[in-house]
């Protein structure tokens, strides 16, 4: 059997099977899973809003699962993009309302601003790891907290109140043309953004010679010293890029969807989904857009289980996450199928 | 080998397109039966919870529990025509849930908590012929009436009580995230303790959290070690780990003296401990389904208090404290009803901000 064939084959057997035990845990359970399923399709494809929605929800995926894949190529774990992307939040819509700019330079300049900020998020790690080889797992986990509740004591400090205030209209990524075809959906410019760093990821990773060394750090940090790359370096750089991008997430969340930034009672979840998200898609960009596509699709279109076949929010929970896991144990049926060829050749 | 996987994949998808297919006819078929029996007079009315979800014990719960008491008293079913609730599980879920039930027609539609300000703004606008409660917060929109509670005054009482009842002097209060429904319980409860006995110590501890019982525990652990006797928690679902803390040290020691008090429903079931022991002191009672009734009333009657804020205190017995199990003394209730007394008839203004706890205190 051909790679490419097995390549498009395994994704689709994983999301199938991963519905059918979806179905029988849903049968199991004393609910529909045609009802259930027809919900979830609605609610992802149902009409022009709901896919206007659905886009809105994959576009920061696409930028989580990005800075993700991007830190992996150089063998960094970052699980920071949490954190990164919720000062980058805070970073963009601070510019977007205490700033009054014409729209051409407010725009760009509250985006860099975000991206700027998720980069220093990620500079700290970064740097404590190159100098001082302190695990980037750990410092990026305990730098979510600290930007979660420091945003949240700077809006309080800055608004006064819980919200912050509405972010100007030309600081806004908000598309008047795509709100009047979707019926108000929050659909918003950030997704042309999303895929333009797709692009931009890729090209650095595959076609540059920084992309080449990030890489071969990521494949062996000896070889890749003793071959003349300043791994150090190397390291410092893959981790800022990946902040920027987990920014940006947070740039398309302050001045797409949102407007505004409010403080929070948790993390919003985006950057640990941006995780499975780059996994899903191997950890390569073009491979993002297939994981940020399912798991944004998923996560919007569930919401619409309860809404329409009345099926509690645990179950769909539970549903979502079998359909996920089988997804990410693609492997498995790659030894089957496998398995299934080597018979036929011995025969 | 070709063809054992194709027979498979044909047969996942045979099965799927089964499944498909299958469901078109089904959907119709709901969309056709919905609620036909429902009291004509009734309305029909739905919520979005916040990201604390419809089982946090406190907040949305009661404003749930509100609903479906309606719902059940006229005749209603869940769903399409009667009620029913969306659940957010994050912040960017308020919007389409919102749109989703003005989509499925409700005649009201209730968000729960301050998070929900922005986005019931947001849709209100949009959606001119929909009507909307928010509450806990403000939206001045034609569309949108708001439901506000003063939440100082039950602590005040709560605070009174605790600080007739304590008897090592120091007392605690777990909040949730800093904000200002949390800023009134906190310096009502504080005003109610200085105002019987300003020597009495309160240590304060925000969890940041509204969703996380084992940072509750944790603070609960904390306070009570220090010397703490009762805890008053104003923390959603956070709270549930202070009853946690109180229950697993009075099973270890039935002579331990620790309370808690509640907040918003009525949290007593929270603190048994055993058939005779309950180590819930009181709770402050914010009545939210007492104002959705209300709201649903005033609709009914054809007056939507749209753009109009109702603020509910004691007066309006929107808040209270709870007396269920007779752990407050007769002297404690007495006392507590003295000072109601003067909130209600308006010789006492009960501090809602830092700053007129300040000028409170000093008095």
């Known amino acids: ?347 | 080998m070709k063809k054992s996987i194709l027979s498979i994949l044909s047969l996942l998808l045979v099965l799927g397109f089964v499944l498909v297919g299958c469901g078109k006819k089904e959907d119709d078929k709901q969309g056709a039966s919905n609620n036909e029996g429902a009291n004509n007079d009734a309305i029909s009315i739905a919520m979005v919870t916040d990201t604390g979800g419809v089982d946090d014990k406190s907040f949305n719960q009661l404003a749930w529990e509100g609903l479906k008491a309606y719902g059940e008293e006229n005749g209603l079913e869940k769903g399409d025509g009667g009620y029913d609730y969306l659940q957010s599980n994050t912040d960017a879920d308020y919007v389409p849930n919102l749109n989703s039930l003005v989509r499925r027609d409700f005649d009201l539609i209730v968000a729960t908590g301050f998070m929900l300000a922005e986005p019931i703004a947001e849709i209100a606008d949009q959606k001119k012929d929909a009507k909307f409660v928010i509450i806990d917060s403000e939206v001045q929109k034609d569309n949108v009436a708001s439901v506000m509670f003063k939440e100082q005054e039950a602590s005040f009482l709560a605070g009174v009580a605790a600080a007739l009842q304590t008897k090592t002097k120091k007392l605690g209060f777990v909040g949730g995230m800093e904000s200002d429904v949390i800023e009134r319980f906190e310096t009502g409860f504080r005003a109610g303790v200085a105002s019987v006995d300003p020597s009495i110590e309160v240590m304060i501890n925000y969890t940041g959290s509204f969703g996380s019982p084992e940072l509750g525990k944790a603070a609960a652990n904390q306070m009570y070690t220090a010397g703490a006797d009762i805890i008053f928690h104003a923390s959603g679902g956070t709270g549930n780990g202070v009853f946690t803390e109180a229950v697993e040290r009075k099973t270890a020691d039935p002579n331990a003296d620790v309370w808690v008090i509640g907040v918003d429903s009525d949290q007593y079931h929270l603190g048994k401990v055993n058939d005779d022991t309950n180590i819930t002191l009181t709770s402050a009672l914010k009545r939210i389904d007492v104002a959705i009734n209300d709201v649903i009333k005033l609709t009914k009657e054809g007056n939507f208090p749209g753009g109009n804020t109702t603020t509910l205190g004691l007066a309006e017995d929107g808040v209270g404290l709870a007396e269920t199990g007779g752990n407050l003394t007769a002297e404690t209730l007495a006392t507590v009803n003295e000072w109601k007394e003067k909130i209600v008839n308006g010789d006492l203004t009960v501090p809602g901000t830092y700053e007129e706890l300040k000028s409170f205190e000093e008095q």
């Not at chain 1, 001082?132 to 750990?138: A, R, S």
């Not at chain 1, 090209?203 to 992309?211: D, V, Y």
């Not at chain 1, 409010?262 to 950057?271: A, D, E, L, V």
């Open chain 1, 1 to 347: 059997m051909s790679k490419s064939l097995r390549n498009v084959l395994i994704p689709i057997l994983a999301v199938i099977l991963g519905l059918i035990v979806g179905a029988i845990i849903m049968l199991i359970s004393g609910y529909s899973p045609i009802l259930g399923y027809t919900a979830l399709w609605n609610g992802i494809f149902g009409d022009l809003y709901t896919i206007g929605e659905t886009i809105r929800q994959i576009t920061p995926y696409l930028l989580a699962g990005l800075a993700v894949a991007f830190a992996f190529k150089t063998g960094l774990f970052n699980i920071g993009v949490e954190g990164q992307l919720i000062v980058g939040w805070f970073a963009a819509a601070y510019v977007g309302f205490s700033f009054e700019l014409p729209m051409y330079l407010h725009i760009p300049l509250a985006i860099l601003a975000a991206g700027l900020a998720g980069g220093l998020w990620a500079f700290v790690p970064g740097i404590l790891k190159a100098r001082l080889g302190v695990n980037e797992v750990v410092v990026t986990i305990m730098m979510n907290y600290i930007a979660l509740h420091i945003t949240n004591a700077l809006i309080r400090a800055i608004a006064g109140k819980d919200t912050s205030e509405r972010i100007h209209e030309t600081a806004s990524l908000r598309n008047t043309f795509f709100e009047e075809i979707t019926d108000y959906s929050r659909l918003h410019n950030g997704i042309f953004l999303a895929l333009i760093a797709v692009v931009v990821i890729w090209f650095i990773l595959e076609k540059t010679t920084l992309g080449f060394e990030l890489k071969a750090v990521g494949f062996n940090q000896d070889a890749s010293k003793y071959a003349g790359m300043n791994v150090k370096k190397n390291i410092v750089i893959s981790m800022v890029i990946s902040g920027f991008l987990a920014g940006l997430a947070g740039a398309t969340e302050a001045l797409g969807t949102f407007e505004y930034v409010s403080t929070k009672g948790g993390m919003t979840g985006i950057g640990f989904d941006g995780i499975a998200v780059a996994i899903l898609g191997a950890n390569n960009p073009l491979g993002v857009i297939f994981g940020a596509t399912l798991f944004g699709a998923l996560k919007y279109g569930s919401l619409n289980m309860p809404n329409e076949a009345g099926i509690p929010e645990e179950m769909v929970s539970i549903i979502i996450a079998i359909i996920i896991f089988f997804v990410a144990c693609g492997f498995i049926f790659q030894l089957f199928l496998d398995k299934l060829s080597k018979k036929k050749e011995v025969k």
